[in-house]
C-alpha cells in the first residue's frame, strides 16, 4: 500500500548524473546564463536610454528581453547548483510556485512574439498607419494583453497541479518542476491535468503561431504584389529575420515538447528539450537581436 503522507519536499534529479557530464553542462550553462542576464539587461537599458529606439518595435523587444531575465532566473540557479552539489530538494509549496512562473513567462513569450509579428505586418503594409494603430497606449495594451493571457494559463496549471495528491515518491526526473513530471508522481486522477496540457497549452501556443505564420502571409503577399525591385523586397525581409530566428528558437522545441499526447512520451526527451527553451533560447535572444538590428549595433 502506498504511503499516503504528502511529501514535504520534492527531489529535482536533474540533467544528468554522470560527473563529468555534470562539470561540462555547469561551465556551458553558467555562461549561457551570464550571457541571457548581461545581454537582456544591456537591451532594456538601450531601450530605455536611447530616443531612437523609442518605437513599437523596441518597446515590445524590451518586454521580451525583460521576461527573458526572470526566466532565466526561474530555472538557471537551481539548475546549476544541482550540476555543481548533486540533486537538489525543492519544498512542497516552491514546486508548484516555480512551475507557475515558468508557465507564467513561457507562454507570456509566445503571446508576446505574436503581437511582434503583427507590429512587422502593420509597419510593413500599412506604413503610414503605423503610428496611429500602433500609438503608445495601444502597445500597452498589448503588452499588457499578452502578460495577462500567460498570467492565467499559468494559474490554470499551478491551481489544478495543487489539487493533486503525492504520495511514495517525490523524485522529480527533471531540473525544475514541470507539468508532466509531477503529473507522473501523483497517486490521484491526472487525467484532467492531462486534458488541460493537451488543450490550452497547444491553444495557446498554436494560437499565437497561427497569428504569426498569418502576419509574415500577409507579409510575403504585400511585398511580392506591391513591391517590384529586388533591394526593396529585400529590406522588408531583412528587418524580420531577427523575429523569425527567435521565434523559431522557441516554438520549434515548445511545439515538440506539449503539443503532441503527452502520454508516453520520454522523459528524458523532454528534459533535453525543455533545455532548449529554458536555457539556450534566452541567452540568444540579444546575441540575434544586436547582430541583426543595426539600430542596436549603433547604439
Known amino acids: 500500500m502506498l504511503n499516503q503522507t504528502p511529501p514535504r519536499e520534492f527531489i529535482?534529479?536533474?540533467?544528468?548524473d554522470i560527473q563529468g557530464l555534470q562539470h561540462f553542462f555547469f561551465v556551458f550553462l553558467l555562461l549561457l546564463y551570464l550571457t541571457s542576464l548581461l545581454g537582456n539587461g544591456a537591451i532594456v537599458l538601450m531601450v530605455i536610454a536611447e530616443p531612437r529606439l523609442h518605437t513599437p518595435m523596441y518597446f515590445f523587444l524590451g518586454n521580451?528581453?525583460?521576461?527573458?531575465?526572470?526566466?532565466?532566473?526561474?530555472?538557471?540557479?537551481k539548475?546549476?547548483?544541482?550540476?555543481?552539489?548533486?540533486?537538489?530538494?525543492?519544498?512542497f509549496g516552491g514546486c508548484p510556485a516555480?512551475?507557475?512562473?515558468?508557465?507564467?513567462?513561457?507562454?507570456?513569450?509566445?503571446?508576446?512574439?505574436?503581437?511582434?509579428?503583427?507590429?512587422?505586418?502593420?509597419?510593413?503594409?500599412?506604413?503610414l498607419r503605423h503610428t496611429l494603430?500602433?500609438?503608445?497606449?495601444?502597445?500597452?495594451?498589448?503588452?499588457?494583453?499578452s502578460w495577462s493571457i500567460g498570467f492565467v494559463h499559468a494559474m490554470i496549471h499551478s491551481v489544478m497541479t495543487s489539487q493533486l495528491t503525492f504520495?511514495?515518491?517525490?523524485?522529480?526526473?527533471?531540473?525544475?518542476?514541470?507539468?508532466?513530471?509531477?503529473?507522473?508522481?501523483?497517486c490521484s486522477s491526472t487525467s484532467l491535468n492531462m486534458t488541460l496540457l493537451n488543450v490550452i497549452t497547444t491553444f495557446v501556443a498554436l494560437g499565437s503561431f497561427a497569428l504569426i505564420v498569418l502576419s509574415y502571409l500577409y507579409i510575403i503577399c504585400f511585398i511580392f504584389h506591391k513591391v517590384r525591385s529586388q533591394e526593396g523586397r529585400w529590406k522588408p525581409f531583412s528587418t524580420c529575420a531577427s523575429h523569425l530566428t527567435v521565434v523559431a528558437l522557441l516554438y520549434i522545441p515548445v511545439l515538440f515538447n506539449y503539443t503532441p499526447p503527452s502520454s508516453g512520451s520520454s522523459l528524458q526527451r523532454d528534459v533535453?528539450?525543455?533545455?532548449?527553451?529554458?536555457?539556450?533560447?534566452?541567452?540568444?535572444?540579444?546575441?540575434?537581436?544586436?547582430l541583426r538590428n543595426h539600430e542596436m549595433r549603433n547604439c
Open 133 to 145: 494603430v500602433m500609438s503608445p497606449q495601444t502597445c500597452l495594451l498589448l503588452a499588457a494583453a
Open 12 to 16: 529535482l534529479l536533474g540533467l544528468t
Open 98 to 127: 516555480q512551475l507557475h512562473f515558468f508557465h507564467f513567462l513561457g507562454s507570456t513569450e509566445a503571446v508576446l512574439l505574436a503581437t511582434m509579428a503583427y507590429d512587422r505586418y502593420v509597419a510593413i503594409c500599412n506604413p
Open 167 to 186: 504520495c511514495g515518491h517525490n523524485h522529480i526526473h527533471h531540473f525544475f518542476c514541470d507539468i508532466k513530471p509531477l503529473l507522473n508522481l501523483a
Open 272 to 290: 533535453q528539450v525543455s533545455l532548449l527553451y529554458s536555457a539556450v533560447t534566452p541567452a540568444l535572444n540579444p546575441l540575434i537581436y544586436t
Open 64 to 77: 521580451l528581453s525583460c521576461l527573458d531575465i526572470v526566466y532565466s532566473r526561474v530555472t538557471g540557479p
Open 79 to 91: 539548475m546549476l547548483t544541482g550540476l555543481l552539489f548533486g540533486h537538489q530538494p525543492i519544498s
